[in-house]
């Protein structure tokens, strides 16, 4: 393994919520997801809906992806560890600068049942203590009112809109970016909370 790779979490538990690796048999849900809501690929970013082919291959990636330290995607489950509710990922590392970018997503079906912020908290909370990050970064669109909310509630700040950031299904769009920094980091010049 390269020294910056990427470990699977073990034991990420809290208040009824489980992050595991994702599974093969993950793929159906993952794809049914774009299908029953055909504003997540466009909320998430992605390029076009995946199918379940697609997420198949995806998953198949993920250890090669994690051993050079690019990628970490984690399936949202529950204490059971068995249904797919949703993915949470760090993506877009930059070891050197010790920052990373959280993005997450819950299917149809599992939103409302309060699963998303322990979800993310867990990825947060590990990424900072295992992985030893300083930064933190989520993006999103600015109408996307409960990425949005949720990333402040778990104490990411916005920092700005990015006007014309992405090229995202033959468009271009705003991006707002939210940050958290280590708590060690607010004693530095500059970073006062």
Known sequence: MAANSLPVPDGLERDGVALRRLRARDAHAFAAAFRQDPQLGVNIGADEDPTETAVRRFIARQPGLRARGEFLGLAVTDETKRPFLGHVMLHTLSWRHKRGEIGYWLIPEARGRHLAKPAVSLLVDWAFETLDLDRLE????????????LAQALGFREEGVMIARNLERGRRIDVVLLARVRDRCHNLPGLAP
């Open 138 to 149: 989520i993006t999103t669109t600015p109408d996307n009112a409960p990425a949005r909310a």
